[in-house]
């Protein structure tokens, strides 16, 4: 078993707590496959997506074969550490997005604890569809993601004088009653809240941000200062696309200068971004070339800073696409209410079956399945 800190910082309890909530999800897991599928047994084969250090694995070898019950996981050191605890079972590294390694209809359930109330809207469709192609007819996909009430949440954090929530939320746009109007027309709510930097994880696990819309922290030095009452725009370019300002602030006269942005780039892809300057009596931005005498930025390990992106100026390229920016920036907070779990279902061609929004789990309980058809 991993220490009671590691344990928490994957699943914010350990010990008897961790277990209880584990065994209550696994507990409607096996009741929801005996009432829409077969019970499980010997031969059910389960995938574990999002397997952590084991928590809800080592509750679920009570109802399934360990050659049977597969756990998965972006993370290696998850993986390493699931290994190692459990060699009977059987555990593999996935890709930042689909598809899976499987073949199709490998599987009778597949499961994911606590993984889509984090993942942004696109990246969840893709991997629900996958879950389809290796689920077979009539088999289960279950889930859970934050319940429409953490919308609360949001709306005081959101009144935080200072504070990182106030300031996700103020980049995301956040309005309570627009935001739950939007859940009730059947959209996922997601709030990129940044990166999580509780440990090192880039170079031990090789995982990048994988979710759109992340934020992502620029700093950036120039060598003197201009004089304030200007403006600084940040450009940025998706690979391939136009440049558009992302973001603009008056210049301090500072020498440091950190930007969050808040980017929606198509999974798979990159993004370039250079920062410009524009004096408070010239109405057009200074060429690219001129606008920064000098350009340091602090980035994750794998970030390529090169004179390539725009004519004569300096670019910080981050790949979106899933290789080392992780302690940067992975991680969101998503609501998935029921008008939104019945758009994801109609659009992946899966049946809804249970959607609990209240109940004894701190999450939102739902079962999908693939028809038979």
């Not at 759109?212 to 403006?231: E, H, M, N």
């Amino acid at each position: 078993m991993p220490d009671a800190a590691l344990q928490a910082q994957f699943v914010g309890s350990c010990g008897p707590e961790a277990f209880a909530e584990a065994t209550t999800f696994c507990a409607k897991l096996s009741s929801a496959a005996r009432k829409y599928g077969s019970a499980l047994g010997a031969d059910t084969r389960v995938l574990d997506f999002g397997v952590g250090w084991g928590r809800l694995y080592r509750v679920l070898l009570n109802h399934a074969d360990p050659g049977n019950l597969v756990g998965v996981d972006i993370d290696q050191m998850c993986i390493d550490l699931c290994s190692a605890a459990m060699p009977y079972g059987a555990f593999a590294r996935n890709g930042v997005g689909p598809p899976l390694g499987f073949p199709d209809g490998h599987f009778d359930v597949v499961y994911a604890y606590s993984v889509f109330s984090h993942l942004a809207p696109q990246v969840a469709r893709a991997w629900f569809e996958d879950f389809r192609r290796v689920l077979r007819p009539g088999g289960l996909v279950l889930f859970t993601t934050l319940k429409a009430a953490h919308l609360n949440v949001w709306r005081r954090q959101a009144a935080e004088s200072e504070s990182h929530y106030s300031a996700c939320l103020r980049r995301a746009g956040f309005d309570y009653d627009a935001w739950r109007k939007r859940a009730a027309r059947g959209e996922p709510l997601y709030l990129p809240i940044g990166g999580d930097d509780s440990r090192d994880v880039s170079a031990s696990t090789g995982v990048g941000s994988y979710l759109q819309g992340s934020v992502l922290t620029v700093d950036w030095r120039i060598s003197s200062a201009p004089a304030a009452g200007g403006q600084f725009g940040v450009w940025v370019r998706s690979a391939g696309g136009d440049w558009f300002i992302a973001e603009t602030m008056e210049a301090s006269g500072e020498t440091d200068n950190t930007t969050d942005l808040t980017l929606d780039v198509p999974l798979g892809s990159g993004y370039q971004a250079i920062v410009a300057y524009r004096p408070a009596d010239a109405g057009a931005w200074e060429s690219f070339a001129t606008s920064l005498r000098s350009f340091a930025v602090t980035a994750p390990s794998h970030a390529d800073v090169a004179p390539e992106c725009a004519p004569g100026g300096v670019s910080l390229y981050l790949p979106i696409d899933g290789d080392e920016c992780r302690a940067a920036s992975f991680y969101g907070e998503t609501i998935i209410a029921k008008p939104a779990v019945r758009a994801l279902a109609r659009a992946t061609g899966l049946d809804v079956r249970v959607f609990e929004d209240g109940g004894d789990l701190p999450q939102s309980f739902v079962v999908l399945q693939r028809p038979l058809g």
